[in-house]
């Protein structure tokens, strides 16, 4: 009896617990825009900004789709074109980037993000999401003005 009423009260503490943390009975704080943009007059790629850089890595599939919540473009000191691509993805060995596809038809570029698993069959994954970057060298171009895409980001540069 008094290890079944012991029990109850445990179960009864721990779903109390469960129901304040989400509430926390108080005024929940605004978002606020957060930016990741580039210094004026910067053509340097910006820095992780709080995000992992992730270099990609050769695997087997072509994996799934990752849609780019940041995009940046621009060509650094060097004459070379770069892009900075920033998303939200799973953790290292079950979702690592693949190679970035790069398509070029005139002055548009289009980038494809993908991210596949190298962990074993069987392992399993823990679902948490973590901000990740990636710099990706787009080589020497003609003088002109460039659009990047990736999903449904776009970002602009003029060499």
């Not at 990741?36 to 850089?53: K, M, N």
């Not at 990636?134 to 540069?157: E, H, Q, S």
Request: aromatic content about 4%; proline content about 9%.
């Amino acid at each position: 009896m008094r290890r079944a009423i012991a029990i109850t009260i445990l179960a009864a503490g721990l779903a109390s617990a469960c129901g304040s943390a989400v509430g926390g009975g108080s005024t929940p704080a605004h978002d606020r825009p957060v930016s990741h943009g580039l210094p004026p007059g910067s053509q340097s790629p910006p820095t992780s900004g709080g995000a992992t850089l992730v270099t990609p890595r050769a695997g087997d599939g072509g994996g799934l789709p990752v849609q780019p919540v940041g995009l940046r473009a621009g060509v650094g000191d060097d004459g070379r074109a770069w892009a900075w691509a920033t998303w939200w993805g799973g953790i290292p060995t079950c979702n690592v980037l693949r190679p970035v596809a790069i398509q070029r038809t005139g002055h548009v570029i289009r980038l494809d993000l993908r991210e596949g698993s190298d962990a074993p069959p069987g392992t399993v994954c823990a679902e948490i999401a973590m901000l990740k970057a990636v710099r990706i060298d787009l080589g020497l171009l003609p003088p002109g003005t460039y659009l990047v895409r990736a999903g449904d980001k776009r970002a602009t540069f003029a060499v």
